[in-house]
């Protein structure tokens, strides 16, 4: 079965905008987000929230590779 | 089960080349920019007619790539430069004007925003007005 992600995007009358990242894990998210506004606008300012603190697949895969060595 | 919230403010698509263009329904082929103000301006139901003249605060006569009409009679004109939209008016302290401009640019931010999420796979899955005059929306991508 596939992986779902989703953004939720929030735009107010300033053009300021707030993207939250759902179904990312780890860096991941971060990533994800600059990959969509690189051509599009500047950062203003990030709150990383618990989940990004979890490992992300690829970082859990290589983990398991390393102990299984 | 969220991860990370950022703010950014959306600037400009860098969009003032054939390359980019789009078929707007009504409009023709736009750049991707006046696309973006386009679709913004329809979904407002302003009147918009394209490639006219219009009074600046100068009283200089300027040519416009959109001409936008407000409910309340209020002329904007659109020009994209390299460096972004700029919005043309006659009476630049007009307080409808400038409410009308305010919409429009929020408008533009979530078409740009929605070209950028669409050409990465994502699909917008829900849309809302929040009483605090935002646009809330959902996209999703499966992988």
Known sequence: ?69 | MSAVVKLIKITHIKTANTAHSVNVSGFGMLTLGLACIAQGVKELDYAVEQEKELLNCDNELVKVSLLIKTHEGKEIGVIEKEDGIEFIVHDINCAITQKAIKKIKQRYAKHVLLHELQSQGYNKIKEEKLPNGKIRMVVERWE
């Open chain 1, 1 to 69: 079965m596939g992986v779902k992600y989703q953004i939720v995007i929030e735009i107010d009358e300033d053009e300021n905008v707030e993207m939250e990242t759902f179904g990312f894990k780890g860096p991941d998210c971060i990533n994800e987000l600059k990959k969509i506004t690189k051509n599009i606008g500047k950062i203003g300012s990030e709150k990383k929230t618990k989940e990004y603190y979890e490992q992300s697949e690829s970082e859990k895969t290589k983990l398991l590779q390393k102990q299984k060595k």
